[in-house]
């Protein structure tokens, strides 16, 4: 019984066993916040990272029973697939925390072996020796190195600390290590950056060798530095050249031998970042750490976005205290749909509503919407299968805001 199904009987506990299980593990230190930056972090100090690689040992502690991860089937020993460090920056810890988080980690999958990716965000500036050998020894498969830009007054506007020698010298290091998935993360859309400037920054990541390429439209989060400047007009929003941009960027990777597989994600086939489409396609995942989501056993929340909050959490053995709701039918096959286009593979519209079931969206909703965004060149309807096209990726934020409207209003009908 898939957990879509299990989930229909709100009263019977979800068995997701057959389904992908991803890790991700909030490290919430960065030595500065970036300008651009919304996602929590702490300033990190010895006792600081003391007493949250404890409380990550704690929220182990309390996933597992006789090392296993808990399911909504009961309490036993489950394979984890995929496994993602982000933050924050892992990459400050000291090699000897890295290895004692890699340690604590490792016991969910305990006795099932390695999983078959494991991804670690790094900073440029945080590239060492030392830390590289200590992401090797736990099993470490994939580095994810936060570039954003090679030009040195671009970093400076975004409140990146890291300078473009400092970038060139920390891949020839991961490379050095042994790491054979490498993963550039860029950014465009820069306040001061000209179309040209932005392929040159694409041209200089491509010529380093990497394995994937993530590219990201700079977004203004509120709280903020950039909200603020944008606030007092000293940055400005553009959307035609950000459409430009886009544009430009997905020509160039595909040329280069990186088709785009998401939104904002190439690569060459093989190297597409599993965990990733396991949480697009509403797979399983536990988070641990402040912050950390999860949709994992039938049910979705958060950690507190609080260091304290969370391990007064931990020290009452409670997890996944923030907005924890359940995962019914409905709810997965709707974030299936908006995520789902986010790929290029996109969705097949027929499958998912067989497993939904009938009751489970305004299904009629969706059909007006799926022939809408057709007539208008916005999507490709391949036998079932929606795909966005060029046009509709450029919009594809906009079309996820209209489907999530579709689907809410008069969901059951017929």
């Known amino acids: 019984m898939s957990e879509i199904d299990s989930l229909k009987n709100a009263d019977e506990p979800a068995r997701p066993e057959n389904r992908a299980l991803g890790l991700y593990v909030h490290v919430p230190f960065c030595a500065t916040r970036c300008d651009f930056c919304a996602f929590y972090e702490e300033a990190p ?45 892992p990459g400050v810890l000291a090699a000897k925390d890295i290895l004692r988080l890699g340690g604590i ?30 992401l090797r020894e736990i099993g470490v498969t994939r580095v994810s190195l ?32 042994g790491f054979k998935n490498v993963n550039l993360d860029m950014m465009f859309a820069l306040p001061g950056q000209e179309e ?21 439209c700079l977004t203004f989060e509120e709280d903020t530095a950039l909200w603020v400047k944008l606030s007092q007009g000293k940055v400005k929003l553009d959307a035609e050249r950000e459409a430009r941009l886009y544009e430009r960027t997905w020509a160039e990777l595909d ?16 190297f597409e970042c599993v965990h990733n489409l396991n949480t697009w396609r509403m797979e ?3 988070g641990l750490g402040p912050s950390a989501a999860s949709q994992h056993a039938g049910w979705r929340g958060a950690n507190a976005r609080d260091l304290e909050k969370w391990l007064a ?12 709701v359940r995962m019914t039918p409905a709810l997965l ?44 060149a916005l999507a490709i309807n391949d036998e079932g299968r929606l795909r966005l096209t060029l046009k509709g990726r450029l919009v594809a934020d906009a079309i996820a805001a209209e489907m999530l409207g579709a689907l809410t209003e008069g969901a059951g009908s017929e």
């Open 105 to 134: 980690a490792s016991r969910l999958w305990k006795g099932r072996g390695a999983p078959e990716e494991w991804s670690v965000e790094l900073a440029p500036g945080s590239v060492s020796e030392a830390r590289l050998e200590a």
């Open 284 to 286: 399983e995942w536990i």
């Open 333 to 376: 096959a709707e974030d299936a749909l908006i995520f789902g286009l986010r790929m290029n593979e996109g969705v097949d519209v027929g499958a998912l509503r067989k497993k939904a079931g009938a009751d489970a969206l305004n299904w009629t909703a969706v059909d007006a919407l799926v022939d809408r965004l057709t007539n208008d």
């Open 45 to 89: 100090t010895a006792e600081k990272v003391r007493r949250y690689l404890d409380g990550v040992a704690r929220e182990v502690d309390i996933l597992t029973e006789n090392g296993g991860v808990e399911t909504g089937a009961g309490k036993k020993t489950r394979a984890v697939d995929t496994v993602f460090w982000g933050g924050g920056t």
């Open 146 to 177: 936060g570039v954003q830009s090679f030009r040195a007054d671009l970093l400076e506007a975004l409140g990146r600390r890291h300078s473009p020698s400092q970038i060139y010298r920390a891949y020839e290091r991961i490379r050095a290590a």
């Open 255 to 270: 040329a280069a031998g990186f088709p785009q597989y998401e939104i904002s994600n190439f690569a060459p086939r093989g």
């Open 196 to 216: 040209e400037a932005w392929l040159a920054d694409v041209g200089e990541a491509l010529a380093l060798g990497p394995d994937h390429l993530s590219t990201y």
């Open 313 to 324: 959490g931990m020290r009452d053995g409670a997890r996944v205290t923030e907005d924890r």
